[in-house]
């Protein structure tokens, strides 16, 4: 069973629409986090929520929302997307001050 | 903030040579320094983690060394093969409440063989 698993993997569309992808862990963590890595693979933290709780808010752009259900889940929604919002996202989970954050296999967002 | 830089951005070695990755961290409060190996097209993962009150730390071919006088810390893979070679990527982390990681910039590795 993948511990991080994120959905879709690959998503295209075009600009000015709003998509979502999916991240689920079983590893029963209580943090999660979503991390953009870009085209020169520079790996940023976005958010970190942590039971649900929003705790890292890194001045991502507003069209960002992200949702946490429940621990085990954490979406990210995307509205109004740019050109510049072409990267791939990662999300991982881990504990607050424990455990080594785990990633998912990245879903690449790409803007036409 | 935390600030991580990262050297070289590139390196290339011979099959079975050592490679040396170092980074420097800029706040001393950090107490977490974990190293991710990134292949083409797929996630990071983990490959060996190191706690400031700790000074170095062994798993097989790969090692890491701390020095928190001076904020910096290493990564060592001896007797490298083609498969080491990927991005990796340095993070350091203050505990506190978030577990918030900041990464360097990465390094290529190449191994020719």
């Known amino acids: 069973d993948t511990a991080v698993s994120q959905t879709p993997k690959y998503l295209v569309t075009q600009m000015g629409n709003d998509k979502s992808i999916k991240c689920e862990q079983n590893l029963g963590h209580d943090t999660m986090y979503w991390y953009k890595q870009d085209s020169k693979k520079f790996l940023k933290i976005m958010f970190s929520y942590n039971n649900k709780e929003l705790i890292i808010n890194e001045t991502v752009p507003n069209r960002f929302s992200p949702k946490s259900p429940d621990k085990a889940h954490l979406n990210l929604h995307i509205n109004s997307l740019e050109l510049g919002d072409s990267a791939v996202y990662f999300c991982?989970?881990?504990?607050?001050?424990?455990?080594?954050?785990?990633f998912g296999d990245g879903t690449r967002l790409s803007i036409l | 903030g935390e600030n991580v830089e990262q050297h070289p951005s590139t390196l290339s070695v011979q099959e079975g040579d050592s490679a040396v990755i170092k980074c420097t961290y800029s706040?001393?409060?950090?107490?977490?320094f974990p190293w991710y190996k990134q292949e083409l097209g797929k996630r990071p993962q983990l490959i060996i983690d190191?706690?400031?009150?700790?000074g170095e730390k062994k798993d097989q071919r790969i090692a890491v060394t701390l020095n928190k006088t001076a904020k910096h810390f290493s990564l060592h893979i001896t007797e490298t093969q083609p498969e080491d070679s990927a991005v990796y990527f340095c993070?350091?982390?203050?505990?506190?409440?978030?577990?918030?990681?900041?990464f360097g910039a990465g390094t290529i590795l190449r191994v020719k063989s």
């Open positions: 991982a989970s881990g504990d607050p001050v424990g455990q080594p954050q785990h």
């Open positions: 993070a350091a982390r203050k505990v506190e409440y978030g577990n918030k990681l900041v």
């Open positions: 706040d001393s409060a950090s107490n977490y």
């Open positions: 190191i706690r400031s009150n700790v």
